[in-house]
């Protein structure tokens, strides 16, 4: 079986964003861009269909920033194939495209199975999984927590609010999006993720003309207050009644008020 | 004078005996050659004599056996004084059998003066194996018990140790005792006392009723059981705990001179490849000496009785470990020695997983060790392995890679927000990488990021510019040092991280060298970076501040009037012997010091260190921290406040501040002890507490 | 045509609270832009008499969607959507609307807005407010056509808004053609009986070292119970033993995101802080003026967590 990994890449959350000067963007040049932590997932889950079902996996990644490392870091973890997608696409943050742009490489590249991971901190317009899924013409199934071969078809478990998941006959070729795996992501020692990058090459595809957003950005804007504590000051019984008109007015209260 | 028969039968025993003792010794270093690497001999050669003096010093007072347990030691000693002595006396007993006409009895001179000698230490040495021998099967002293969670291999759990034990100290009994009974039976026939032999001559008083054709018979045996045993048991020797006489001094002599590097890593060996890359899987994936530990190993579990992983109850016991390797060897040596790979892996026989990650590599275990063993080493090689290979992490510690991996700090934040402890300081602190400074001062991880530490850090910084000291840091240049990353056996991240501040580094200037706030960076700024080609001088912050205090460059407005004790940082202390100057400091601003019994070389680890900090406690028993708390306690007096106000523990490195701060509310002894750092006492002695208050830390 | 539409969230049987929320605000919206509000449910047509709130409830009959279906709810939705054409589509961004929102977006060429917090009319456009990065940046968003579907967050609106009684005339369709193609349902599996995952919860309570001993957790717990959420921890607490390693939030422990993260005695470590930093509003209680949990907390109190849990416990009881 051929199991496809989307790695992308996002917005590392630890730094500091900072808006553009118009406010419709982040401040792109001093962003760091890291794998987004659900797709670290998608791998794990790949990986370990390759140890129970001698799966290939083939890890391919829009040409981001930092896309090299991420794809040699799987290369290091064990996926046999990395390629990346390469075109002007930094500025694009619509999930639309980049499915667009991944699709074509997708039928290109070998598979059975495309995971990924279940969304990102950017995807604005929609998750890239299901987006795949529509734009490759293949079922799809999001919030994945566990995959098993079943002869032709794939056993997927989904899961729902409150722990509840179901169960999935899912006929191949098909688009996963990936929550979780049965075990965390492996850790890549950097010796061999360095000796990866020196021995191993990735494949270059190249993009296709880039679909142009169907929504507009009115404002990029930081929620107000900060995280900076207020503090609530008075006798417990008032700090208690200003909590509770917190809750009351973030709308935390709705289950005691069922 | 032996007969001519028995002298022939003698020297065939001698040539069976001598002979396979040989083969087993060959087997035996053929076995440590095994190990990768091999002695630096240019360097060995070039500094022979004066490893030899200190092998002299060293062996000839069993200095390193002082160290713990006295009266065990003096036994030792005794024992030690006696088998020395009877290499001499052996050999005389020697050519008694063999030379017509020499005898040492009844002469006066120098021989005399010999028998004194061998007399006493013949009661002596048999006085010291018999207390010795009570000490393990009759009190069974409980130090040479392993806790049931550690992996013991089948022969050590079968007691092996035991038999050893009394085969060894058995044969001492009986060839000391032998010898020395001979020659009172040799006194007896000559029906005389010798003054020479005073012990021997009380002996012989008591055997006078023997017929002296009884007693020739005795003298005949006792020459046998004297000599004959020896031989008897050379093979046996070779491989039995009892070799630590010939591999203990062996290793001191091999030893790397410098203290530091011997608890330090092994370049050449942490990076020796084996077939399956780095570190140890099996026995011969190990570097030559940690398979010539096993050897050299006596087994007193010293270092367990020291391990801060073993106090906390974790199946961690670095003997153990030593011992397992030792009689692994014993089951295996022919194979091994012959150069088959290992039927079995180190993780088999050897230690378990959770041994393996249990070591806070505190060197505590390397410092006791009385023949030179580093147990230590062996777990980081193992970690290697298991990095290498991939093996399932601890979750904490896999976060805390990865976050090194793309932050450069443990802390899963921005390499920007490394200077965020630097606002709200009254002046700017100059980039070294943008203008040449005296001092780069290379902050770390802890002392950056940990809020607990940070505000130490701000009165560090205000001392420096108080002192008028040209410094400077190098801003979000600067990754953590890399030394636990080391430590924990991820041996490419440390790479990665050591070229990024290597990187760093070249960009700066400083005419003076580096100061460092964490002990562990100073270790990897002075040691390991330097096999890459670069040297620093590496300083302490405590002994900037001494120096500072010494010239009166600052200078103490009033004597600090607290009682306090001062905990040895392993990384300061062990690993770069730097003990005097935070007590310096505290003599200077008339600070009550306190020892706490575990001090200096022999502190007590914290439990942070090698890469704990980041992982999920394991332990069953009293955390390393906490027992620490409970022992300054004790040292200064449990009665709480006194007029001199809540007592300190005083620390000087950031992991320390964060986990006895913790250890002192979790062993709930908050208001009894008062966790301080070096540099904010010297802060209040100099007047600085003020203005960190009025920088209004996080209080809103 | 015109209208919103809000799609019904159901799972055996049990209509999701967000139903109501979505339905909520899809009544405000409808009213702001002077149109009708459509509710679909989806396989279950006696839970279509719960939407008083909607001007019609469009039951859809076919058997194949009584039990969720990736494939047979999105034909289903989009076979809605083209027929009726709303202008503004409401779905949950949970894990059925994910599945559905995108790919109905791509099949029906209609902008989506997904992590929706916020919604408004603006100069008669509807303007999307996305909470994208971890909730650091607020993102509004308008369609660049006249047709949206928006995935909303969980908890965004009050759910009451949507409870309201009503008369809605509820139009039975069968829609026969939906199938549910290549995936087929096999079974649910409820939660495991074992330890709740805190990392699921909306709600939590963290108690840290102020607690000081095993006892004091009770009161603390019935304040969890009082907000309808659950215990968690930090590592000392966890260490100790006084609750189970699968409460522990922090480095060494889970990582929450929380709607809401009410932490008492909990100093605040970077350990942590690290676990917990991404819920959406921390409450610190805290005698300690200057622990660092005030550094991300939202609102903060200093003061004996003694006094003020079973002060608030009683405040929430009432």
């Known amino acids: 079986m051929d199991v496809l990994v989307v790695l992308r890449q996002v917005p590392d959350l630890v730094e500091d964003l900072e808006l553009n000067a118009a406010g419709t963007d982040l401040e792109r040049d001093s962003l760091k861009y890291v794998l987004n932590e659900f797709d670290d997932w998608a791998l794990e889950q790949a990986l370990l269909l390759k140890?129970?079902?001698?799966?290939?996996?083939?890890?391919?990644?829009?040409?981001?920033?930092?896309?090299?490392?991420?794809?040699?870091?799987?290369?290091?973890?064990?996926?046999?194939?990395?390629?990346?997608?390469?075109?002007?696409?930094?500025?694009?943050?619509?999930?639309?495209?980049?499915?667009?742009i991944l699709a074509p490489a997708i039928r290109v590249l070998p598979h059975d199975v495309v995971l990924t991971g279940v969304q990102s901190a950017e995807d604005l317009d929609g998750q890239l999984a299901v987006l795949l899924g529509s734009y490759l013409g293949y079922p799809a199934v999001s919030v994945v927590t566990d995959v098993a071969v079943d002869g032709s078809s794939l056993i997927v478990r989904k899961e729902f609010a409150g722990g509840l998941c179901a169960e999935y006959e899912v006929a191949l070729p098909c688009v996963l999006g990936i929550q979780a795996a049965v075990r965390t992501p492996r850790y890549a020692p950097v010796s061999r993720v360095r000796a990866v990058s020196k021995e191993k090459k990735i494949e270059v595809l190249s993009a296709g003309g880039i679909r142009e957003s169907d929504l507009r950005i009115v404002a990029f804007r930081k929620p107000e207050g900060g995280r900076r504590a207020d503090m609530i000051t008075g006798d417990p019984d008032s700090v208690a009644q200003q909590i509770v008109a917190i809750l009351r007015q973030r709308g935390l209260l709705k289950r005691s008020s069922e | 004078m032996l007969t001519p028969a028995e002298k022939i039968a003698f020297l065939c025993l001698a040539a069976v005996t001598l002979g396979l003792a040989t083969r087993n010794a060959f087997l035996i270093?053929?076995?440590?050659?095994?190990?990768?690497?091999?002695?630096?001999?240019?360097?060995?050669?070039?500094?022979?004599?004066?490893?030899?003096?200190?092998?002299?010093?060293?062996?000839?007072?069993?200095?390193?056996?002082?160290?713990?347990?006295?009266?065990?030691?003096?036994?030792?000693?005794?024992?030690?004084?006696?088998?020395?002595?009877?290499?001499?006396?052996?050999?005389?007993?020697?050519?008694?059998?063999?030379?017509?006409?020499?005898?040492?009895l009844h002469r006066g001179g120098i021989v005399a003066a010999f028998n004194v000698v061998a007399d006493t230490l013949s009661v002596l040495g048999i006085g010291a194996m018999a207390a010795l021998l009570v000490r393990r099967f009759v009190i069974r002293d409980r130090r040479f018990a392993f806790r049931s969670n550690v992996l013991l291999y089948p022969r050590v759990k079968a007691g092996g140790i035991q038999r050893d034990s009394l085969i060894v100290g058995g044969f001492i009994l009986l060839h000391v005792g032998s010898r020395w009974l001979g020659q009172a039976c040799q006194l007896a026939a000559s029906g005389a006392p010798d003054v020479s032999e005073p012990l021997a001559s009380l002996l012989a008083r008591a055997l006078q009723p023997v017929s002296p054709a009884l007693l020739e018979v005795g003298v005949h045996v006792t020459w046998w059981m004297a000599l004959g045993l020896i031989l008897l048991f050379l093979p046996y020797f070779v491989r039995s705990k009892h070799i630590h006489i010939f591999f203990g001094p062996v290793n001191w002599l091999l030893y790397p001179d410098d203290r530091a590097t011997r608890v330090g890593l092994r370049e050449s060996e942490a990076k020796s490849g084996n077939s399956t890359g780095r570190g140890a899987t099996r026995l011969e994936d190990l570097g030559w000496r940690q398979v010539l530990d096993a050897y050299a190993c006596i087994m007193c579990n010293r270092c367990q009785d020291v391990c801060p992983a073993y106090a906390a109850g974790t199946p961690l016991s670095p003997s153990a470990l030593e011992i397992n390797k030792r009689y692994w060897l014993n089951d295996h040596l022919v194979e091994f020695a012959a150069g088959k790979t290992s039927s079995e892996g180190l993780l088999d026989f050897a230690l378990s997983k959770e041994a393996v990650w249990a070591c806070t590599t505190c060197g505590a275990c390397v410092e006791v060790c009385p023949v030179g063993n580093a147990p230590m080493l062996d777990i980081v090689a193992v970690r290697q392995a298991l990095i290498e290979a991939g093996s399932e992490l601890d979750p904490g510690l896999q976060k805390a890679l990865e976050s090194f991996a793309k932050h450069g700090n443990s802390f899963g934040q921005s390499a920007r927000a490394r200077i965020r402890w630097t606002t709200g300081l009254p002046f700017k602190i100059k980039d070294a990488r943008k203008e040449p400074v005296d001092y780069l001062w290379f902050v770390g991880d802890y002392a950056a990021f940990d809020p607990r530490s940070q505000q130490v850090t701000r009165l560090v910084a205000q001392l420096l510019n108080a002192a008028g000291i040209d410094f400077g840091i190098l801003y979000d240049g600067e990754r953590n040092s890399g030394n636990d990353v080391r430590r924990v056996g991820e041996e490419g991240l440390f790479e990665l991280l050591a070229e990024q501040n290597l990187e760093q580094l070249a960009k700066a200037e400083f005419r003076e060298g580096i100061i460092t706030t964490d002990p562990h960076s100073m270790h990897a700024l002075r040691y390991e970076y330097a096999t890459r080609g670069q040297s620093f001088r590496v300083r302490h912050y405590t002994q900037v501040l001494a120096d500072l205090l010494r010239t009166g460059r600052l200078s103490a407005g009033h004597a600090l009037a607290y009682r306090a004790t001062y905990h040895d940082p392993c990384y300061l202390g062990r690993y770069n012997r730097v003990f005097d100057a935070p007590r310096q400091i505290c003599a200077l601003l008339g600070v009550d010091l306190v020892e706490m019994p575990r001090n200096r070389a022999s502190s007590f680890c914290c439990g942070a260190g090698g890469g704990q900090v980041w992982q999920a406690s394991r332990l069953g028993g009293e955390r390393p921290s906490e027992a620490r708390i409970r022992e300054a306690l004790a040292t200064?007096?449990?009665?709480?406040?006194?007029?001199?106000?809540?007592?300190?523990?005083?620390v000087a490195c950031p992991k320390d501040y964060a986990m006895y701060t913790d250890a002192v509310k979790t062993s709930g002894n908050e208001g009894k002890i008062v966790v301080r750092d070096i540099g904010e006492l010297v802060a209040e002695a100099v007047g600085l507490g003020i203005e960190e208050a009025s920088l209004g830390r996080r209080a809103r | 045509m015109a209208g919103v539409m809000v799609l019904a969230e159901h799972l055996n049987g049990v209509l999701a609270d967000l139903s109501f929320e979505l339905a909520g605000k899809g009544r405000a919206m409808a009213d702001a832009l002077a149109e009708p509000l459509d509710v679909a449910v989806l396989g279950a047509p006696t839970l279509a008499s719960e939407f008083g709130v909607a001007d019609r409830v469009i039951a859809v009959t076919n058997t194949t969607l009584e039990v969720y279906s990736p494939t047979a709810y999105r034909a289903a939705l989009a076979q809605l959507i083209r027929e009726y054409q709303p202008r503004l589509v409401l779905v949950g961004n949970t894990s059925i609307g994910m599945d559905l929102a995108a790919a109905v977006s791509a099949e029906l060429s209609l902008p989506l807005v997904s992590y929706c917090t916020g919604l408004r009319i603006d100069d008669g456009q509807i303007v999307a407010t996305a909470q994208l990065y971890g909730g650091k940046v607020l993102v509004d968003a308008l369609p660049a056509t006249d047709h949206c579907i928006v995935a909303v967050l969980a908890g965004s609106f009050p759910a009451d808004a949507g409870r309201r009684p009503g008369q809605p005339s509820i139009e039975r369709r069968e829609l026969a053609g939906v199938t549910s193609g290549g995936i087929r349902f096999r079974r649910l599996i409820q939660p495991e009986a074992g330890d709740v995952d805190i990392t699921r919860q909306d709600i939590l309570v963290s108690v840290g070292r102020g607690i000081q001993s095993q006892e004091n957790l009770e009161g603390v717990e019935e304040l969890a119970r009082a907000l309808g959420g659950e215990l968690c921890a930090s590592r000392p607490i966890v260490d100790n033993g006084w609750l189970p390693k699968s409460r522990q939030v922090g480095k060494s422990g889970l990582t929450v995101r929380p709607r809401l993260y009410l932490a008492v005695g909990v100093s605040g470590a970077p350990e942590h802080l690290e676990g917990m930093r991404g819920a959406e509003c921390i409450i610190a209680v805290n005698s300690d003026p200057s622990a660092p949990i005030f550094e991300v907390a939202d609102y903060g109190v200093v003061a004996d967590l003694f006094e003020i849990v079973p002060a608030l416990t009683d405040r929430l009881k009432q």
């Open chain 2, 29 to 104: 270093l053929r076995a440590i050659g095994r190990g990768q690497g091999q002695p630096n001999w240019p360097v060995i050669k070039r500094t022979l004599p004066r490893r030899l003096a200190r092998l002299a010093v060293q062996v000839g007072l069993t200095r390193p056996v002082w160290r713990q347990r006295p009266l065990v030691a003096l036994l030792h000693y005794l024992l030690f004084a006696a088998f020395s002595f009877y290499v001499l006396v052996n050999l005389s007993d020697l050519a008694e059998g063999y030379l017509a006409g020499y005898q040492t």
């Open chain 1, 51 to 100: 140890e129970k079902n001698g799966a290939l996996v083939t890890v391919l990644a829009p040409d981001l920033p930092e896309a090299d490392t991420s794809l040699y870091t799987a290369l290091a973890k064990g996926a046999d194939r990395a390629a990346k997608v390469s075109g002007d696409f930094v500025l694009t943050r619509s999930s639309h495209a980049l499915a667009d």
């Open chain 2, 636 to 650: 200064l007096g449990s009665n709480g406040p006194s007029q001199r106000g809540v007592p300190l523990f005083l």
